[in-house]
Nanobody
C-alpha cells in the first residue's frame, strides 16, 4: 500500500510563501506522475498542479501559474509545491496524490493513493 505524507503547511500572511512537501512510501514513486489538489471549506476539491514521472514536464492552470510551481526529487520520493505571493483565497487543505501512469493528469479521478492533507491558511 502506497502512502503519502504531506507537510509544510501553516499560517502565513498574504504575500508570503510556503513550500509543501509530499513524501511517498515504496519503491515505485519515480514511475508515476504526481499531482497537488486543494479543498477549501464548503468547496469541491480543486486541481492545482501536476508533474510527470521524470519532472521534466509540469502543468499548472493559468490562474495559478507564476505563483505556484511543482517539482519532484525522485531520489527522495518527494514532490514539492512552491507557493509564492499567497492570497487569502489560497486558504485550503492541500493534498498530493499519485497518478495512474507516468504522465500528467488534471482530473481528480486519474489519481489514487491520496495523502491526508496539510492545512494552508493565508491571513489578510
Amino acid at each position: 500500500q502506497v502512502q503519502h505524507v504531506e507537510s509544510g503547511g501553516g499560517l502565513v500572511q498574504a504575500g508570503g510563501s510556503l513550500r509543501l512537501s509530499c513524501t511517498a512510501s515504496g519503491r515505485t514513486f519515480s514511475s508515476y506522475g504526481m499531482g497537488w489538489f486543494r479543498q477549501a471549506p464548503g468547496k469541491e476539491r480543486e486541481f492545482v498542479a501536476t508533474i510527470n514521472w521524470s519532472g521534466d514536464t509540469t502543468y499548472c492552470p493559468d490562474s495559478l501559474k507564476g505563483r505556484f510551481t511543482i517539482s519532484r526529487d525522485n531520489a527522495k520520493n518527494t514532490v514539492y509545491l512552491q507557493m509564492n505571493s499567497l492570497k487569502p483565497e489560497d486558504t485550503a487543505v492541500y493534498y498530493c496524490a499519485r497518478g495512474m501512469s507516468s504522465g500528467l493528469g488534471l482530473s481528480l479521478t486519474w489519481y489514487k493513493y491520496w495523502g491526508q492533507g496539510t492545512q494552508v491558511t493565508v491571513s489578510s
